[in-house]
């Protein structure tokens, strides 16, 4: 079993920045597909970003150019940086992992199907 818990949630303004953490613990190895996704109240689950086993990195056009996803494997934690961010950002941010085998395509929209996730973490962003 593979347990994913992430931090770095929290309240900012409008512009200002974040970081978020997913530590991997259990039974998981190097070799997953790791993303994120966040969730909005009454909205559907939207993928972020992935990151493969060479560090390729896919971002969704809503945050490209304004987070940047990153991982250490021998901290077996992942995480997001996240800058310049708006209201429209606010959401429960979820950490996800997957079996890079699975996927012969990275496609940053399947992020919330990955078989395992973390519980969340909250980002608010007030204007």
């Known amino acids: 079993q593979v347990h994913l818990m992430e931090s770095g949630g929290g309240s900012v303004q409008s512009g200002g920045s974040l970081r978020l953490s997913c530590v991997v613990t259990?039974?998981?190895?190097?070799?997953?597909?790791m993303g994120w996704f966040r969730q909005a109240p009454g909205k559907e689950a939207e993928g972020l970003a992935a990151i493969d086993t060479d560090d390729t990195a896919n971002y969704a056009e809503a945050v490209k150019g304004r987070f940047t996803i990153s991982r250490d494997n021998i901290k077996s934690t992942m995480y997001l940086q996240m800058n310049d961010l708006t209201p429209e950002d606010t959401a429960m941010y979820y950490c996800?992992?997957?079996?890079?085998?699975?996927?012969?395509?990275?496609?940053?929209?399947?992020?919330?199907?990955?078989?395992?996730r973390g519980q969340g973490t909250q980002v608010t962003v007030s204007l």
């Open positions: 259990g039974n998981f190895n190097n070799e997953y597909l």
């Open positions: 996800a992992a997957d079996f890079q085998e699975y996927h012969t395509v990275v496609v940053v929209r399947t992020v919330p199907l990955f078989t395992y």
